[in-house]
C-alpha cells in the first residue's frame, strides 16, 4: 500500500466511513460515541488550521 499525507478533509472522511460501515444498524450510539466527537475534533482542527495560516 503506497503511504502519502492526506489532507484534513480525507482523513475524516476515511475516519467516517470507518465508523459508520463498522456497525451501521446502531448509527445512533456510533453518532454519540464516534462520529459526534469526531466532527467536534474536525471542526477544531480546521478552526485551527485556518488561524495559523
Do not use: C, V, W
Request: net charge neutral.
Amino acid at each position: 500500500m503506497e503511504k502519502r499525507n492526506l489532507t484534513l478533509d480525507e482523513a475524516y472522511q476515511l475516519a467516517r466511513e470507518d465508523i459508520i460501515t463498522r456497525d451501521p444498524a446502531s448509527l445512533t450510539t456510533a453518532y454519540s460515541e464516534h462520529l459526534g466527537p469526531l466532527e467536534r475534533a474536525f471542526k477544531f482542527l480546521k478552526e485551527k488550521s485556518a488561524t495559523t495560516r
